[in-house]
């Protein structure tokens, strides 16, 4: 189905009317509208009309109960965002599922798999706060930082015990404006998202890996379809980018082995050094973040799923057997 540069013949542009599912909230649309223009530019005779864009209500955004409840972005939110869509996919309702990577479990059904990741926006966590701080150390002793995420409250707690950390929870939109209401004086976002909404860069003080180690796929989009279409694999492989699968997978790998409860927070961070070769830093941590390990190795790409397992199980070792099963 490829002609020579990975571009799908025009024969298929004009044959199918490609549906992709995406959740409905707006940093989905324009994550999926991210994954549209990359189709756009790789294969120049897919015209608007051959897509379809397909809005799909995700039960992480509607589900009752959660409120301003602390959810971890490892465990606990795992399929919350993906299941909908996955559904959706499986029934042929659509042809393809746009994900934040960071939202995927670490497992996908039998009969889906992830078909591409485009180039990895930045993965770094950003601190928004008032005017005219200059970063978390900062900010005044005791200020009030929301964050739903148990992986950044362990890891800002690790470093300012001093700031009282409360949960914060809604879209981008929705924790700005609790900023700006006053509910909190800081909060957390990730750089990418920010970035794909179309916010100034400078908005927010990103905060380096030191200190805030990211979620295992953040940063990275994921294209979900189904194992048995060729053409959607064929109409995909233009867009994917192998240094971010390479980085992506040595993440989930990590995340498999340690295998953490929705209350253990987990931070990875693949990144290429070049020469084919890429280096994993990793940490777990207890939630209230007197308790941190970290570990870091250096393998090729070729071999980064047996990376990220080695880290994980370096990690692993290092901390007692109820470790990932903190209530």
């Known amino acids: 189905m490829q002609n020579q540069g990975g571009q799908v013949k025009s024969d298929l542009m004009s044959s199918r009317r490609w549906k992709i599912g995406t959740r409905t909230s707006a940093l989905a649309r324009a994550q999926t509208d991210v994954v549209i223009r990359l189709l756009s530019a790789a294969h120049p005779s897919l015209e608007g009309r051959d897509i379809c864009l397909m809005p799909i209500q995700a039960s992480g955004d509607w589900r009752p109960g959660t409120g301003e409840s602390m959810l971890a972005d490892q465990g606990g939110t795992k399929g919350l965002f993906v299941k909908e869509l996955e559904d959706a996919l499986a029934h042929g309702e659509i042809d393809m599922a746009v994900h934040s990577m960071k939202d995927v479990p670490t497992y996908l059904p039998e009969g ?44 800002i707690l690790a470093h300012r ?59 990275a989009l994921g294209i979900e379809i189904r194992a048995a279409d060729h053409e959607a694999h064929a109409l995909l492989a233009a867009i994917n980018c192998p240094v971010t699968v390479a980085c992506v997978t040595a993440e ?74 903190h209530s």
């Open 112 to 155: 889906l798999v992830m078909a591409a990741m485009p180039e990895r926006g930045s993965a770094l966590d950003t601190l928004i706060t008032q005017p005219g701080v200059t970063g978390l150390d900062a900010l005044p002793l005791g200020t009030r930082l929301g964050t739903s995420s148990l992986r950044r409250r362990a890891q």
């Open 252 to 325: 989930r790998a990590l995340l498999q082995v340690l295998d953490g409860s929705c209350h253990t927070p987990i931070g990875a961070w693949g990144q290429d050094i070049g020469q084919g070769r890429l280096r994993l830093d990793a940490l777990v941590a207890s939630p209230d973040g007197l308790r941190v390990e970290r570990h870091s190795a250096e393998s090729t790409h070729a071999q980064a799923e047996t990376l990220g397992r080695d880290v994980g199980a370096a990690l692993r070792a290092r901390v007692p057997a109820d470790f990932f099963s």
């Open 161 to 219: 015990p001093d700031l009282e950390v409360v949960p914060l929870r809604g879209n981008v939109d929705t924790r700005l404006r609790k900023l700006q209401e006053g509910m909190v004086q800081a909060t957390l976002l990730a750089r990418a998202g920010l970035n794909r909404l179309g916010m100034p860069e400078s908005l927010g003080i990103d905060l380096p890996e030191t200190i805030m180690l990211p979620a295992v796929g953040q940063g």
